[in-house]
């Protein structure tokens, strides 16, 4: 079985600082690890994707994230935040096959202060 | 390429009565989920179509919820009786064996009232 657990509910960060997005997983098999974002009331957006290739994995809109199999960790950065990122964003995580549901953690919600 | 697409994009309904959702998957791909977004949460599966076949339905409520992909293309998801705690996103998303993707729909907003 697979889970993820996302470390904050909530982040808030000001304009122009990192942002940091927590995330664990567990897998009974080898994972391929997303990160989707959802704006208010839009639909799920995939901003990367780890599928055993590199462990660094660059997204959209200046994201990436870093998988860590010792630490079951695929945390999500950016250098630096945009009023546009302000979000639900989503670690999923899944065993791929072509065919195999996405595990959703509870999400977190990302604040930008300006 | 079209993405996936679901209709309606918003349901208000009262409560007791049936209301349904479809979902036309990308072209070719034989996979096709449908999820449920409760508020402030994230989605969860309620079923999983291979084709036409239905492998994976742990997670619905069959008592009042069905679904069905007649021809392994578009599916329809339904309730019946809708209750107030079914208000959610239904989320429809299809995936590929030949590439690292999954397609998520727009989603129905469903207000049951």
């Known amino acids: 079985a697979q889970s993820v657990t996302q470390l904050d509910s909530h982040v808030s960060v000001s304009e122009g600082t990192p942002v940091l997005l927590r995330c664990n997983y567990s897998?009974?098999?080898?994972?391929?690890l997303f990160w989707y974002v959802q704006h208010p009331n839009k639909g799920l957006q995939l901003l990367l994707k780890?599928?055993?290739?590199?462990?660094l994995v660059k997204g959209i809109n200046g994201f990436e994230a870093e998988f860590k199999k010792s630490e079951t960790s695929f945390h999500l950065t950016k250098p630096s935040a945009h009023m546009s990122d302000a979000a639900e964003y989503f670690c999923?995580?899944?065993?791929?096959?072509?065919?195999?549901?996405?595990?959703f953690g509870k999400g977190t919600r990302l604040s930008v202060i300006a | 390429e079209a993405g996936v697409v679901q209709s309606p994009r918003y349901k208000i309904i009262e409560k007791k009565q049936p209301v349904a959702f479809w979902c036309n998957p990308i072209?070719?791909?034989?996979?096709l989920y449908w999820y449920r977004q409760n508020l402030g949460q994230g989605p969860e599966l309620l079923i999983r179509?291979?084709?036409?076949?239905?492998?994976?339905d742990s997670q619905l409520p069959k008592d009042r919820f069905s679904a069905e992909r007649l021809k392994g293309v578009d599916s329809t998801l339904k309730i019946q009786p809708a209750e107030l705690g079914d208000s959610a996103v239904y989320l429809c998303?299809?995936?590929?064996?030949?590439?690292?993707?999954?397609?998520f729909g727009s989603g129905t907003r469903l207000t049951v009232v």
């Open positions: 998303a299809s995936s590929s064996a030949a590439n690292y993707g999954y397609t």
């Open positions: 897998s009974s098999y080898s994972p391929s």
């Open positions: 780890y599928t055993s290739a590199a462990t």
């Open positions: 999923v995580v899944s065993v791929w096959t072509g065919n195999t549901p996405l595990v």
């Open positions: 072209s070719g791909h034989n996979t």
């Open positions: 179509y291979e084709n036409e076949e239905a492998v994976d």
